[in-house]
């Protein structure tokens, strides 16, 4: 959910992007559309192949009541890499890894060109110790607060660490293990427990979407925790502070290059924004919560889910209404990319992933997945998210990772928006 820029702040993210339509706008727009009408169609294929689909993997209650059994533990465990996306199963979060891991591959021997998409972890090098940091986080976090699952018979935000606190420590203060195990260790003592606490006696009670409770967690453990980190005599001095870098100004965008010319790093301020480009940050931004911001990532994710719905329908989602998630997000991607590019070009990232992992799938699950509910909370999402997690995140301290941002603006839209559309014709609750 969560996922962000890089600590170093030497180029401040613009709050509200106000440069004027650049030639070639239209073209994007265009590319956004068939991105979404593409996917549209794909989702209206799965819903209507959903009735004839085997149960092969057990179904989400099942896995819930066994929670306790080794294996279903252990699958419980593994999805929650990929919670955060609402395509909970253990082949997502399987997928997931191994095209992170592919991507990390590509970028360290530094000779992948396009092939590496965009850079994991931003181009630090800190993949590893990110990842690591956030399943020792998530693996601790289930094994001390897990009981909540059988106990209340229902989803329990256990995967929380995961995209959060424990991979923005290491991002903040670099690798280590005295870095990687304090952020696991203020995962599951402050992350999950917050969590808890919000979902269970704030969002049940008032009906409010999960995410709500969960993304409280997270911004709410992570000032506690960079807070706590500030004071820990084993901390290093945080990475923008050991190397200042004066303040520089974007580039100017460059032509295409040749397809056998390397690429950088991190495709960012100077890359050429066309039509490709949008295709694959909409991509990508279905693994920045995790913070990767990766195709091959995103790529292992998606087809590991859409193996999982095959398999079992009522599975993604928790509910069998991955497609209509799918369409969303999607559509919530496309928009977000194309309207907020400018933010892209000027500053080198930007945070519209925020609505693909939190208004845009709330809204369908909340209302059952009707058109309106995939197209209003996607356009909402879209227009909504993304400013206000760049204004809240740019005014955090240096040594506090601005993911903290994203999380809010994703509690705020979230906890306003989705309840009000219950007002609307049309926008009957599940």
Known sequence: MEDTRPADRTTAIPDVPTAPPRPGSGRLWLTAAVIAGATALVAYGLSALRPSLPSVLPDYGDWIGGYYRIGSFLRWIVADG?????????????????????????????????????AISYGTGLWPWGAGSAAMGMIASNLAWGWTVPATGAWQPTFAPFVSVPPA??????????????????????????????????????????????????????????????????????????????????????????????????EHAGERQGPVWVARRVLADFSEAQFYGNEWASV???LGTLF????????????????????????????????????????????????????????????????????????????????????????????????????????????TFVPLLALLPGFTTS
Not at 103 to 110: E, G, K, L, S, Y
Not at 192 to 212: E, I, K
Not at 214 to 238: D, E, K, Q
């Open 82 to 118: 990929t919670e955060s996306e609402y395509a909970k199963t253990e082949l997502s979060g399987l997928g997931m890894i191994l095209g992170a891991w592919l991507a990390h591959c590509i970028q360290q021997r530094r000779k992948g060109g396009r092939w590496q998409g965009f």
């Open 169 to 266: 420590v290491v991002l903040v203060y670099g690798a280590g293990w005295a870095v990687s195990l304090t952020g696991a260790a203020l995962g599951v003592l402050l992350t999950t427990p917050v969590a808890l606490l919000a979902v269970n006696y704030v969002c049940v009670p008032l009906g409010l979407p999960g995410v709500v409770g969960a993304t409280t967690g997270m911004w709410a453990s992570a000032l506690i925790g960079f807070a706590v980190c500030r004071v820990l005599p084993w901390m290093p001095r945080p990475l923008a502070a050991e190397e200042p870098r004066p303040e520089r100004e974007p580039e100017e965008p460059r032509p295409e290059r040749e397809k056998d010319s390397p690429a950088p790093a991190a």
């Open 300 to 302: 292992g994710l998606l």
């Open 308 to 415: 999982a719905f095959l398999l079992n329908p009522m599975l993604p989602a928790a509910g069998g209404l991955w497609p209509q998630v799918l369409a969303s997000q999607v559509l919530t991607g496309a928009v977000a990319v194309v309207l907020w590019r400018s933010g892209w070009s000027k500053a080198g990232w930007y945070p519209s992933f925020v609505p693909v992992v939190s208004v845009a799938p709330a809204t369908v699950l909340a209302y059952g997945g009707s058109v309106q509910s995939v197209v209003v909370g996607a356009v909402f999402g879209a227009v909504a998210a993304p400013p206000l997690a760049a204004a809240i995140g740019n005014r955090m301290p240096a040594h506090f990772h601005p993911f903290i941002g994203n999380v809010v603006s994703m509690t705020v839209c979230c906890a």
